[in-house]
């Protein structure tokens, strides 16, 4: 099973890109992956605060953590690229991460 950073738009459109980042991880579950969506997971309430700069450093530190760890990064497309998945991109260039982008294949 591969370990995956799962990527996908989170600012803007929160509640929309919160189904989306779930039907992502899904997807990917179901290709037999095992994904970690930071994005999704460090803001749940009472986690982590996306519009405080410090605890939004926190989480994108705590992610980048993970990708050391990971066997690709996964950039899921269908909402477009957010400036935070570029920073994804630079950070797997930067480690060496395969890069995978995807759409998927019924919209959420």
């Avoid at 450093?57 to 990708?67: D, K, N, T, V, Y």
């Avoid at 994804?88 to 998927?104: D, Y």
Wanted: glycine share 8%; with cysteine.
């Amino acid at each position: 099973m591969k370990l995956v950073i799962l990527e996908s738009p989170y600012a803007g459109n929160v509640a929309d890109n919160e189904t989306y980042a779930r039907a992502c991880v899904r997807d990917s579950l179901e290709r037999g992956e095992a994904p970690i969506a930071s994005h999704l997971l460090y803001t749940q309430p009472g986690v982590l605060d996306d519009t405080d700069p410090d605890e939004r450093s926190q989480g994108i530190a705590s992610g980048l953590a993970w990708l050391k760890k990971a066997d690709a990064s996964v950039f899921y497309v269908d909402r477009g690229i957010s400036d935070g998945m570029l920073q994804g991109m630079l950070n797997a260039q930067k480690w060496g991460v395969p890069i995978k982008l995807r759409k998927l294949k019924t919209k959420p």
